[in-house]
């Protein structure tokens, strides 16, 4: 089975610096003020005085049976034997139908109005190197590596979490 790649995001780490969203735009030189491909976003949840807030890093999940991929009517979005979900711009028409699709908001569209999205900085993933998103981040609350490596991550994570409650 060829190596499969993806995401880990530990909530508990994150600090709300909006490093990975600076981090990714540079990378792929997106004007500010316009498309994130990785965005932060708060969640609240409780009720005064227990309002608990979190920090959650989103971006497309290429996900293992991606919902975006059956709803493109013109088979513009494919996924890698590697896992990563990629555009084929040039078959994009702009349509909508995977962001109606994706559970993530992920699908993006610029001025072009042809969808776009997070490809794990393919690039620099062929060149053996980390997606900026992931090499950016201060308090290492978004990693990134094959599915055997992120699965170690939330193992730990959840280990340190049962030993803190113990």
Same mark, same amino acid.
């Given at each position: 089975m060829k190596r499969q790649y993806g995401f880990y995001f530990d909530s508990d780490r994150c600090i709300k610096c909006k490093a990975c969203e600076v981090a990714c735009k540079q990378?792929?030189?997106? !004007?500010?003020? %316009?498309? !994130?491909? =990785?965005? /932060? *976003? *708060? @969640? %609240?949840?409780?009720v005064f005085p227990e309002v608990k807030r979190r920090f959650i890093s989103i971006s497309c999940e290429h996900c293992a049976q991606a919902?975006?991929?059956?709803?493109?009517? %013109?088979?513009?979005?494919? !996924? =890698?034997? $590697?896992?990563? @979900?990629? @555009? *084929?711009r040039d078959k994009c028409t702009g349509c909508r139908a995977c962001l109606e699709a994706c559970p993530f908001g992920a699908p993006q569209f610029g001025e072009d109005g042809l969808m776009q999205k997070c490809d794990m900085c393919l690039d620099r993933v062929e060149n053996g190197q980390t997606p900026m998103c992931a090499a950016t981040?201060? %308090?290492?609350?978004? =990693?990134?590596? &094959?599915? $055997?490596? /992120?699965? /170690?991550?939330? &193992?730990?994570?959840?280990l340190n979490k049962f030993a803190k409650n113990q």
């Open positions: 990378w792929k030189g997106i !004007k500010a003020g %316009t498309i !994130k491909l =990785r965005r /932060v *976003e *708060e @969640v %609240t949840s409780g919902p975006c991929i059956t709803a493109c009517p %013109t088979g513009a979005i494919i !996924k =890698r034997p $590697d896992g990563i @979900v990629i @555009v *084929e981040c201060p %308090t290492q609350a978004l =990693r990134w590596g &094959t599915l $055997d490596r /992120v699965s /170690v991550f939330a &193992t730990h994570n959840a």
